[in-house]
C-alpha cells in the first residue's frame, strides 16, 4: 500500500504562488499516471491536473491552464504542482493521487484513481 503526504498549503493572496509536494512511500508509483485533484467546501472533488508515467504528457483542467504546472521525480517518487496567478476560486483541499493500472492513458476521473494522500489546505485570499 502506498503513502501519499501532501505538502505546501496554505494562506496566499490573489495573484501568489504556491508549490505543492506529495512524496511516495511504501512502493514505487513510476509505472503510474499521477493526479492532483481539489475539493472546496459543499462541492465534488475534482480534477485539475494529471502526468504521465514518464512525464512527457501532462492534461490540465481548463480552469487552470496556463497557471499551474504539475511535474513529477520518479527518482525521489514525488510528484508537484506548481501554482501561479492564484485566484479565490482555486480555495480547496488539495489531493495528490495515484491512478490505476500500469502505464494507463491519463485520466481526469477521480473513481480512477486508488491511492490518496490527506489533502493539504490552500486558501488564496482576495
Known amino acids: 500500500q502506498v503513502q501519499l503526504v501532501e505538502s505546501g498549503g496554505g494562506l496566499v493572496q490573489a495573484g501568489g504562488s504556491l508549490t505543492l509536494s506529495c512524496p511516495a512511500s511504501?512502493?514505487?508509483?513510476?509505472?503510474?499516471?499521477l493526479g492532483w485533484f481539489r475539493q472546496a467546501p459543499g462541492k465534488e472533488r475534482e480534477f485539475v491536473t494529471a502526468?504521465?508515467?514518464?512525464?512527457?504528457?501532462?492534461y490540465y483542467a481548463d480552469s487552470v491552464k496556463g497557471r499551474f504546472t504539475i511535474s513529477r521525480d520518479n527518482a525521489k517518487n514525488t510528484v508537484y504542482l506548481q501554482m501561479n496567478s492564484l485566484k479565490p476560486e482555486d480555495t480547496a483541499v488539495y489531493y495528490c493521487?495515484?491512478?490505476?493500472?500500469?502505464?494507463?492513458?491519463?485520466?481526469?476521473?477521480?473513481?480512477?484513481?486508488?491511492?490518496w494522500g490527506q489533502g493539504t489546505q490552500v486558501t488564496v485570499s482576495s
Open positions: 502526468i504521465s508515467t514518464s512525464g512527457r504528457s501532462t
Open positions: 493521487a495515484v491512478q490505476r493500472g500500469l502505464y494507463s492513458i491519463i485520466s481526469s476521473r477521480v473513481h480512477e484513481y486508488d491511492d
Open positions: 511504501g512502493r514505487t508509483f513510476s509505472g503510474h499516471t
